[in-house]
C-alpha cells in the first residue's frame, strides 16, 4: 500500500510564502512524476507545477517565478516552496505522484488528501 502524507498548508498575508510537503509512504520500488495541483470550488483542479525523476520541471503560468518544485529522492518527498502568495493563490493543494511498488509492476498514480493553502489580510 502506498499513501501521500501532506502537510505546510496555513493561512497566510498577501506577499508571504509557505513550504507545502508531500511524501509518498509504503512500499515503493521507484516514483516517475511528482506534482501539485491545486482546486477551488468555483474551479476543476488544476496543475500548479510537475517535476519528472530526471529532467525540468514545469509551472503553470499563474506561478512562474513565484513557486518552486523540487523532491528530495531519498525521501521520496516533493515540497512546493511559495513565495510572494497572492488572494488567489488560496486553494486546497493536493500532491500527486506516478509510483510503482514492484521492478516488474505498474505505474499507479496516487493523490494526496490535500492541505488547505488561505492568502488572505
Known amino acids: 500500500q502506498v499513501r501521500l502524507v501532506e502537510s505546510g498548508g496555513d493561512l497566510v498575508q498577501p506577499g508571504g510564502s ?6 509518498a509512504q509504503g512500499i515503493i520500488f521507484s516514483i516517475n ?3 501539485w495541483y491545486r482546486q477551488t470550488p468555483e474551479k476543476q483542479r488544476e496543475l500548479v507545477a510537475v517535476i519528472p525523476s530526471g529532467g525540468s520541471a514545469n509551472y503553470a503560468d499563474s506561478v512562474k517565478g ?3 518544485i523540487s523532491r528530495d529522492n531519498a525521501k521520496n518527498t516533493v515540497y512546493l516552496q511559495m513565495n510572494n502568495l497572492k ?18 509492476g505498474n505505474v499507479n498514480g496516487y493523490w494526496g488528501q490535500g492541505t488547505q493553502v488561505t492568502v488572505s489580510s
Do not use: H
Not at 18 to 23: D, E, G, I, K, V
Open 66 to 68: 513565484r513557486f518552486t
Open 33 to 35: 512524476t511528482m506534482a
Open 18 to 23: 509557505l513550504r507545502l510537503s508531500c511524501a
Open 87 to 104: 488572494p488567489e493563490d488560496t486553494a486546497v493543494y493536493y500532491c500527486n505522484a506516478a509510483i510503482k511498488s514492484t521492478l516488474w
